[in-house]
């Protein structure tokens, strides 16, 4: 856990300082998306090598959806809570104040189709191709390619310069985050252990946040192939159902719950849809609820499974 969170801390520091050519820094989003494509390659890779693994999916299915729809249920019920206790009065922040681009991905689901035919992709490679002893070399790559990812992630937050809007907009902007990260985590451990899990896998598959494609690479590198498809799954699963319920949600529920489904997912894929059928200045918590939770998935899932 310490090196994976000292690699996003030194980007951090290398992105805000512009430490790095320009070139690199420019580039910064388009590095994480590789890094990720490689990591979930090696994934798939272990998957196809994992020929129990592979005739279980159906079972693993079941179990991913039952942990969406609990995390989304569990986290809706802890941000209402908190912010009927803490934000009666809160009044939503100017959005213009704000650098949030809600129409920065004008195809939101190109990132998933890219995700799904990486890993595919080593499944399919891992089942006919690959050869069994390159198991033993799989562990090695997948830290570096994690360290790498963490590092990119870093330097993009840095140049972003995120601490700033988290200060402009005050400490009961983590409201949202807290209340999500407690409610998934809690569900994951009761759902999981309903499963015969322990309380910490459950947690680890749960502190994913709607991440799939780190926390389903983590959870296979520190524990099992098994715990990561399952992992996988759930956050693909949890980000589908959000972006189905969201309009339904909008309206009847407070301004800061409706980010609750979402997760980590709300500072991309699904902020374009929450900023549309939400208040307004909706955008700038879920942007940074995304961002938070998204800080906290590297540091959760080692932390469970340590």
């Excluded at 090598?49 to 039952?66: C, E, P, R």
């Excluded at 986290?75 to 908190?82: C, D, K």
């Excluded at 309903?194 to 991440?211: D, I, N, P």
């Excluded at 498809?229 to 009847?252: D, H, K, Q, W, Y």
Aim: hydrophobic share 55%; with cysteine.
């Amino acid at each position: 856990m310490i090196a994976l969170l000292g690699c996003m801390i030194l980007g951090v520091f290398l992105g805000w300082k512009r430490f790095l050519p320009e070139k690199i820094l420019a580039n910064s989003a388009k590095i994480i998306t590789v890094s990720i494509m490689f990591l979930l390659i090696t994934m798939g890779l272990k998957l196809g090598l994992d020929k129990q693994t592979l005739s279980n999916l159906g079972q693993y299915g079941l179990q991913a959806f039952l942990f969406a729809i609990t995390t989304i249920a569990f986290s809706l019920g802890a941000v209402a809570l908190l912010e009927k206790v803490f934000l009666k009065n809160y009044k939503m922040p100017p959005e213009g104040k704000f650098e949030i681009k809600t129409d920065s991905k004008p195809h939101p689901y190109k990132m998933t189709f890219l995700i799904f035919g990486a890993l595919f992709g080593g499944i399919l490679l891992g089942f006919t191709v690959i050869p069994a002893g390159v198991r033993g070399f799989l562990p090695s790559l997948t830290n570096w390619a994690l360290y790498f990812t963490l590092l990119a992630i870093g330097i993009d937050l840095g140049l972003k310069k995120m601490w700033k809007q988290f200060a402009a907009l005050g400490h009961l902007v983590v409201i949202a985050p807290l209340g999500v990260a407690l409610g998934s985590v809690v569900a994951g451990m009761i759902i999981g252990k309903l499963f015969g899990w322990t309380f910490w896998e459950g947690g680890a598959v749960a502190a994913g946040f709607g991440w799939y494609s780190l926390s389903g690479v983590m959870i296979s590198e520190l524990h099992s192939v098994a715990l990561g498809t399952v992992a996988f799954l759930s956050n693909v699963i949890r980000e589908i159902i959000t972006i189905i319920i969201t309009p339904f949600l909008a309206g009847r529920i407070g301004k800061f719950t409706l980010v609750a489904p979402g997760g980590a997912a709300t500072m991309d894929t699904t902020l374009p849809i929450i900023a549309a059928v939400g208040p307004p200045g909706i955008a700038v918590i879920a942007f940074i609820n995304g961002v938070i939770l998204s800080c906290l998935v590297p540091i959760l899932i080692p932390l469970f499974l340590g």
